[in-house]
């Protein structure tokens, strides 16, 4: 599977079911627990030496596991097994526990075996699910939450209230687990019930079945392609609706732990009024407003998107995306990585103007996915004409010097280039600079990939006028750019390198960092620092700010713009 594919999946909320579940686990289990308790059977010396039923659960339990380690031995595997392992040993032992108990043993063997499943999200999800269904079922499932045992029924009868159960089931794990989903990932699948009341039965007893009994008969396996296909189609049907993933701004911690809580109440067996007033708890989490800057202000983030350029400028209602970052496979890129996470936590829900600079692929890499993922209502693009990408976007238009454009009190200008893009002509002496300036006189560069040749020509026509407290370094720190003349007209307090780490190009090369250096001009380094946010007030670099428990490396301290400072390169430029 590609990662389209995996798009549409947690688009759709199916993710769970097309990866190593523990639902696979468990019926890969009652598969194996069948056949060895038959094959038990056949010897009366095996049988008198232990029951076929015991064998069975036991040599099941030890398939099972045995296919959990084959499948990556994941988080909802771990669980899958531990409770599994626990089911079998109490049956055998003749000891009832209550599933919660379990529940709680299978969490404390996953954390003993692997300490760092905590920080997995499957952990949490996988868990808080099993528990859900753990309370349905003390529940009965029944629709009040009053519990007891509905009497038997045949026929007609028995078929719709099976449909009933089940979509009640289905409906309050979506809803129980809705606010965590919503934490861990950045969005929320809204077609996720209708996707899996189908996807949940069609893929766990036809295509799960079929891919397993494959290994004994191949031809099984083509049976499991074709019944994927309508499949397919369902959840592409789903996904295409303009509102089928919602995303809220991310949230603090004391919002986040009312809205699990939540959460959880829906799906426990409460009476409905109950139920209804803990969705209350979710307020928080799903209120939590987009902070932006003022009227008259921006605020300038440039991401970490590894070696190449992807810069987001947001004023009080407006978003400008200057490059789109690159691309790092064949289905893999920054836009989808890096840039649509990063809108989702930041409350963005469109980009009001996507320029790209040129058209090298670690500028443009991500664009794609950006338009795919969220509307984008105008292209600002130095691209020759015939190029893929404009003909993605209604507005298109070829950013030439001298555009200029307002959104609340911030000014925009296009610096550069001189003419339209040329097939013919190399593609960093093309890049769309734009220069960002504020009602308070803060100002920004944006340049792309201009070289030695095009700094002169900025500074020809220019002049003064290219003064910017924060430069973003033309080409990543490259030999061929970051001239004196330059420099000097630019002026610029902070100067930010968008590289990736240890990158093949050796960027920054020794002779530009020196240059900077000499000229008392504070560093950013987007490989040292992550994620860079400035708003003319101060500066923070992410990894500062979020620090992960491997980064063992002590907080460098902040200069006067909150930058980090680059340390002297270890290699210089190669290309």
């Known amino acids: 599977m590609g990662e389209r594919d995996w798009a549409l999946y947690r688009r759709t909320g199916v993710a769970h079911l097309v990866s190593i579940s523990g639902s696979h686990i468990t019926l890969f289990a009652a598969l194996a627990i069948a056949l060895v308790g038959r094959l038990w059977r056949t010897s009366a010396t095996l049988c008198l030496w232990l029951p076929a039923s015991a064998a069975g659960r036991w040599g099941g339990l030890a398939l099972a596991t045995l296919y959990a380690l084959l499948a990556g031995w994941g988080v909802p595997a771990q669980r899958t097994v531990w409770m599994l392992g626990g089911a079998v040993l109490l049956r055998s032992l003749g000891a009832p526990w209550p599933g919660w108990a379990l529940c709680a043993v299978a969490a ?22 099993v528990l859900m269904l753990l309370g349905m079922e003390d529940a009965g499932a029944s629709p009040g939450g009053e519990g007891g045992q509905e009497e038997a029924a045949r026929g007609p009868r028995t078929v719709w209230r099976g449909l009933r159960q089940a979509l009640m089931v289905q409906g309050l794990i979506t809803l129980g687990l809705a606010p965590l989903s919503l934490v861990l990932f950045g969005q929320l699948s809204l077609v996720g019930l209708p996707a899996n009341l189908l996807a949940v039965p069609w893929v766990t007893w036809v ?35 303009p509102l089928a993933a919602w995303s809220v701004p991310a949230a603090g911690p004391g919002a986040v732990l009312l809205a699990v809580l939540g959460g959880f109440l829906v799906s426990l067996p409460l009476p409905w009024r109950l139920r209804a007033l803990s969705a209350l708890l979710w307020l928080p989490l799903l209120l939590v407003p987009a902070p932006r800057p003022a009227p008259g202000r921006f605020e300038l983030l440039a991401a970490d998107v590894g070696q190449g350029s992807a810069v987001l400028v947001r004023t009080a209602h407006h978003l400008l995306i200057h490059d789109a970052g690159p691309r790092y496979g064949s289905d893999s890129d920054a836009g989808r990585k890096v840039l649509v996470p990063l809108l989702q936590a930041l409350g963005e829900r469109r980009v009001d103007e996507l320029a790209l600079s040129h058209r090298d692929t670690d500028h443009v890499g991500g664009a794609q996915a950006l338009i795919d993922a969220l509307p984008v209502l105008r292209l600002r693009a130095s691209l020759a004409p015939g190029h893929p990408l404009l003909a993605q976007v209604a507005d298109t238009r070829v950013c030439l010097a001298g555009q200029q454009w307002s959104w609340d009190g911030v000014e925009f200008r296009v610096l550069h280039p001189f003419h339209a893009a040329r097939p ?85 090369h020794p002779e530009i960092s020196e240059r900077y250096r000499q000229k008392s001009i504070t560093v950013v380094r987007t490989d040292q620092c992550g994620a860079w946010t400035w708003d003319g007030d101060g500066a923070s670099c992410t990894r500062n700010v979020r620090r992960h428990y491997w980064q063992w490396m002590r907080e460098n301290p902040a200069p006067v713009a909150g930058a980090v400072v680059a340390s002297s390169p270890e290699v210089g430029e190669r290309e």
């Open 424 to 508: 013919d002509e190399a593609s960093n002496g093309q890049s769309c600079v734009i220069q960002v300036r504020d009602a308070q006189g803060h100002s920004a560069l944006l340049t792309g990939d201009v070289e030695l040749a095009q700094e002169a020509a900025l500074v020809q026509r220019w002049g003064q006028s290219l003064r910017s407290e924060v430069l973003i370094v033309p080409h990543h720190g490259s030999h061929t750019s970051s001239g004196e003349a330059f420099l000097a007209a630019v002026a610029p307090r902070v100067a930010v390198m968008q590289l990736g780490y240890r990158n093949r190009f050796g960027h920054p």
């Open 108 to 129: 404390a063997g996953t954390v003993t075996a692997d300490p760092w499943a905590l920080m997995q999200p499957g952990f949490w999800l996988s868990f808080l699910a």
């Open 207 to 241: 295509i799960t079945p079929l891919a397993l009994l494959g290994a004994l008969w191949p031809p099984l396996w083509q049976l499991a392609a074709w019944a994927i296909a309508p499949l397919q189609a369902w959840l592409q049907w789903l996904g295409g609706w």
